[in-house]
């Protein structure tokens, strides 16, 4: 089970931190990813990171230099800081698990319900 939370209302140029909290698995073998979907979009993907070794990172370039993932094994939980917010990051954001170094929606078997961040213009 994944749990996601962490979302709201900012500015632009704001920032805010989701969390997702992994339980009744062992997540150790999977990597996990962040992916957002905004009204009328697709889901698309945002960021992702390995649990084991050296936690290989991995953006959206539309994201790159501004958000950054990271996780705390201890806590099963994985976060994504969220610096200089857009408008356009304004979407519903979903934490899933799956295969290390997926970027696609089909890599990833489990997933997590959304939260939803708005950006204000």
């Known amino acids: 089970q994944l749990q996601a939370s962490g979302g709201g209302l900012v500015q632009a140029g704001g920032s805010l931190r989701l969390s997702c909290a992994a339980s009744?698995?062992?997540?150790?073998?999977?990597?996990m990813g962040w992916f957002r979907q905004a009204p009328g979009k697709e889901r698309e993907f945002v960021a992702a990171?390995?649990?084991?070794?050296?936690?290989?990172?991995s953006y959206a370039d539309s994201v790159k230099g501004r958000f950054t993932i990271s996780r705390d094994n201890a806590k099963n939980t994985v976060y994504l800081q969220m610096n200089s917010l857009k408008p356009e990051d304004t979407a519903v954001y979903y934490c899933?698990?799956?295969?290390?170094?997926?970027?696609?929606?089909?890599?990833?078997?489990?997933w997590g319900q959304g939260t939803q961040v708005t950006v204000s213009s």
């Open positions: 990171i390995s649990w084991s070794g050296g936690g290989r990172l």
């Open positions: 009744g698995r062992a997540v150790s073998d999977y990597a």
């Open positions: 899933a698990a799956g295969r290390p170094g997926g970027r696609r929606i089909v890599d990833y078997a489990y």
